[in-house]
């Protein structure tokens, strides 16, 4: 009965940690669609804030992922970084006085990388501290 009620927490953490994957993506977009306004955006923080944000937004971004269940590898981080390039194609094509940049891109990549290391020391503390590993899909 414990273990049953072990698994249905763990379920619905899940389900609400990939909500939260889901609206984070969902609100990123939404924010990169949006139009520029001269000192009240990221962007226009201090020099290369956006990439800033992009670094941030995409560490957290994989922490998510991996805490939803997410199997942590290069099919995660292609995926996002995919999202990112579709957000920056998006910029170019769908708004006005805005572009795509590959230095966003790059930043997403380098959030990525640390959201992963940050993900693979915590999991070798974990083991480290006799926990078991858990692979979960």
């Known amino acids: ?8 927490l763990r379920l619905r953490r899940t389900v ?6 889901a609206t984070l993506l969902a609100v990123g977009l939404a924010m990169a669609l949006r139009p520029l306004t001269p000192h009240a955006s990221p962007e226009t923080w201090f020099r290369h804030s956006d990439k800033l944000v992009h670094f941030t937004f995409f560490a957290v971004a994989w922490w998510l ?5 997410l199997r942590p590898g290069w099919r ?15 910029q170019a094509f769908l708004t006005s006085g805005r572009g795509a940049s590959l230095t966003d891109v790059a930043a997403d990549g380098i ?9 693979y020391r915590a999991a070798r503390r ?6 078991p590993q858990e692979h979960r899909r």
């Not at 009965?1 to 249905?8: D, E, F, L, M, V």
């Not at 992922?65 to 269940?69: D, L, N």
């Open 126 to 131: 974990g083991r480290s501290a006799g926990q």
């Open 65 to 69: 992922g991996v805490q939803a269940g």
């Open 111 to 119: 959030g990525l990388l640390l959201g992963a290391a940050l993900t």
């Open 76 to 90: 995660l981080g292609l995926g996002l970084l995919a999202y990112g390039g579709v957000m920056e194609l998006a």
């Open 16 to 21: 609400m940690l990939r909500w939260l994957l």
């Open 1 to 8: 009965r414990a273990a049953r009620r072990r698994q249905s």
